[in-house]
């Protein structure tokens, strides 16, 4: 757990997190929120419903779901359960991650302009830069974490500050409550991707946030078997849009998806506990490494957010990314020798999974404006599985020693 000054109990761990007393401390609702036994039949697991549509009792007058694409009832389980994770009123799940962010610029209009961190996501990256500015959208890309660049980047046309934290993928920590604060002050919105934390560790809504998404493929689907997206918001007139826009555009997961969400979902206590030992048991011996020039992850007091997660947060998450003493065809070889982490795009499934930035997951991204933010050609990302942490480690000496030593 976090090195803070009262550490909590495993009984009070997230008891003061948001959400309805009557469904429990965060590993209840995890298993229980918005679902109930099948009144029907008593199954215990909500039915997955494929019909794309619905009988009517009378024209115009349905049963609460007309269209598979307006509504369906495993869908409707899925998004109140998240809403009730991230202590929401309202959820909305998507076919996709990206479906989900692109959702969220739906929102704006030509000429409005977007303030974002300058080592998001690739994919997001490429979405704002690549789609939207062709639609006369304006992004400014900035450190995030320097409160005085956000402020210095916000200008009147910005409708949008776009955060990421733990970054991806330098795992840099920003303070939610007060970039919140800087759209507040010029009455645009803060969305904050919450994929690498989940609600288990963080839950932006209770420092400031408007909107909050999420890549259902990673934690909280959890096996790397679904791809799927979600917003969620306390905020009924942003409800309103995303409910319309969900329809309108149709980027919907199908109801399978919603069910191994779900499932995923029920153990993702038990999984996140076990990737932030492991991860935190890896970063101090990568710090000590001397083929390893930097190390990125929050819960390493070297971190510079490593405060700010103590207290932002619950733990500091699976991922860590790390810097070689190599070269970019070094790095390469290192990541494609490892054998207990699999040389793979992703993140957040059971399994481990190591991938080099530069060439994978933010190839997108200019050279030059990729190093210029420090994603530098040794840079690895792993996401940490629950394997023994023995193996991992042993995996990653004995591919360093073959790649750079």
């Known amino acids: 757990m976090p090195d803070t000054t009262e550490t909590p109990t495993d009984e009070e761990q997230h008891e003061t997190s948001t959400g309805d007393p009557a469904e429990g401390r965060f590993e209840t609702r995890a298993i229980h929120a918005g679902q109930e036994p099948d009144p029907q039949t008593g199954a215990v697991m909500p039915p997955i419903h494929t019909s794309s549509t619905f009988a009517q009792d009378a024209p115009g007058e349905d049963r609460g779901y007309e269209y ?101 993928p330098l795992l840099r920590v920003n303070n939610i409550a007060a970039l919140a604060d800087i759209a507040h002050d010029t009455d645009a919105l803060c969305a904050v991707d919450n994929t690498f934390a989940t609600p288990y560790l963080q839950r932006p809504l209770e420092h400031g946030a408007d909107i909050v998404s999420h890549s259902l493929t990673k934690y909280l689907g959890g096996h790397s078997d679904v791809v799927g997206g979600a917003l969620v918001t306390d905020d009924p007139d942003l409800e309103e849009q995303f409910a319309f826009y969900q329809n309108s555009v149709g980027a919907t997961p199908d109801p399978f998806g919603c069910f191994l969400v779900l499932r995923g979902i029920k153990t993702l206590p038990v999984r996140l506990d076990r990737h932030c030992e492991n991860a935190q048991t890896l970063a101090g011996r990568l710090e000590d490494h001397p083929d390893v020039d930097r190390v990125y992850y929050p819960g390493l007091e070297s971190h510079p957010g490593h405060d700010l997660a103590a207290r932002q947060m619950d733990d500091f998450g699976g991922m860590v990314s790390f810097e070689l003493d190599a070269t970019l065809d070094e790095t390469a070889t290192f990541v494609s020798e490892t054998e207990r982490f699999t040389l793979a795009e992703s993140l957040g499934g059971v399994e481990s999974l190591i991938e080099q930035p530069a060439t994978m997951t933010h190839a997108a991204i200019p050279r030059e404006q990729r190093l210029a933010a420090g994603l530098t050609d040794g840079l690895v990302r792993a996401s940490v599985g629950v394997e023994h942490v023995e193996d991992l480690w042993t995996d990653i000496e004995r591919a360093i020693e073959t790649a750079v030593a």
Do not use: C, K
Not at 102 to 107: D, P, S
């Open 68 to 168: 598979a694409r307006t509504g369906n009832p495993t869908r409707t389980v899925l998004e109140e359960n998240l809403a009730a994770l991230e202590g929401a009123g309202y959820g909305r799940a998507f076919a996709s991650g990206m479906a989900a962010i692109n959702t969220v610029l739906n929102l704006l209009e030509s000429g409005d302009h977007v303030v974002a961190g300058d080592d998001i996501y690739g994919g997001t990256h490429r979405l704002f830069r690549q789609v939207y500015e062709d639609y006369d959208l304006e992004f400014s890309f900035v450190d995030t974490t320097d409160i005085d660049a956000v402020s210095d980047a916000v200008r009147p046309a910005t409708e949008l500050v776009w955060v990421e934290t733990p970054t991806n």
